[in-house]
């Protein structure tokens, strides 16, 4: 069965970079691409952009071009997702999930919860 | 893609249907097949629910039927279970994704 595992929990002071990874199982990575999708504390869902496993192409949100970062390591199946210049307001849940491109998120991993605190 | 726009909030009993709207523009919602709808449980990830407007992915029950007119979008939950109460997600494709606000289904 499809499974995304995400690492764990960050605490990062503004200003600083965090690096969340997710890897993945139970298909042929290379066949479909990963999404990032993250959810501030009591809101909904935002997008954040799309890699694909297949040849790296990336469609970032417009709001993130130039701090946010995707790429994949198809040696491992594992998708990595890294955010610079942090803020407070980038408190929040990320989550990974296969899709994207056009495509529906199918399946999603577990969510990293990545709070940003002086 | 701005956010798309759905209710706060909709309930209904055990064994009713419950219907929650998702509307956009001609930009998004009304000019591609590409909505999807999520349910999410407090705490828990996210899961797809209906995909390409109307298409239901295997072990997702027939309960839940999707649809859409015009710029509008709707998720339709018939024969209402306590378990089905979560909040909705409405998300469609436009070169970009754009989710709505969500909606919380309150089970009475």
């Known amino acids: 069965q499809v499974q995304l595992v995400q690492s764990g929990a960050e605490v990062k002071k503004p200003g600083a970079s965090v690096k969340v990874s997710c890897k993945a199982s139970?298909?042929?990575?290379?066949?479909?691409?990963i999404s990032w999708v993250r959810q501030a504390p009591g809101q909904g869902l935002e997008w954040m952009g799309w890699?694909?496993?297949?040849?790296?192409?990336?469609n970032y949100a417009q709001k993130l071009q130039g701090r946010v970062t995707m790429t994949t390591d198809t040696s491992t199946s594992t998708a990595y997702m890294e955010l610079r210049s942090l803020r407070s307001d980038d408190t929040a849940v990320y989550y990974c999930?296969?899709?994207?491109?056009?495509?529906?998120?199918?399946?999603w991993g577990q969510g990293t919860l990545v709070t940003v605190s002086s | 893609q701005s956010a798309l726009t759905q209710p706060r909030s909709v309930s209904g009993s055990p064994g009713q249907s419950v219907t929650i709207s998702c509307t956009g523009t001609?930009?998004?919602?009304?000019?591609?097949?590409?909505v999807s709808w999520y349910q999410q449980h407090p705490g828990k990830a996210p899961k797809l629910m209906i995909y390409?407007?109307?298409k239901r992915p295997s072990g997702v029950p027939d309960r839940f039927s999707g649809s859409k007119s015009g710029n509008t979008a709707s998720l339709t939950i018939s024969g209402l279970q306590a378990e089905d109460e979560a909040d909705y997600y409405c998300?469609?494709?436009?070169?970009?994704?754009?989710f709505g606000g969500g909606t919380k289904l309150t089970v009475l």
């Open positions: 139970g298909y042929t990575f290379t066949s479909y691409g």
């Open positions: 999930a296969v899709g994207g491109g056009g495509n529906s998120f199918d399946y």
């Open positions: 390409d407007v109307s």
């Open positions: 001609s930009s998004d919602v009304g000019g591609y097949n590409y």
């Open positions: 998300c469609s494709y436009a070169g970009s994704y754009g």
């Open positions: 890699i694909s496993a297949y040849n790296g192409n990336t």
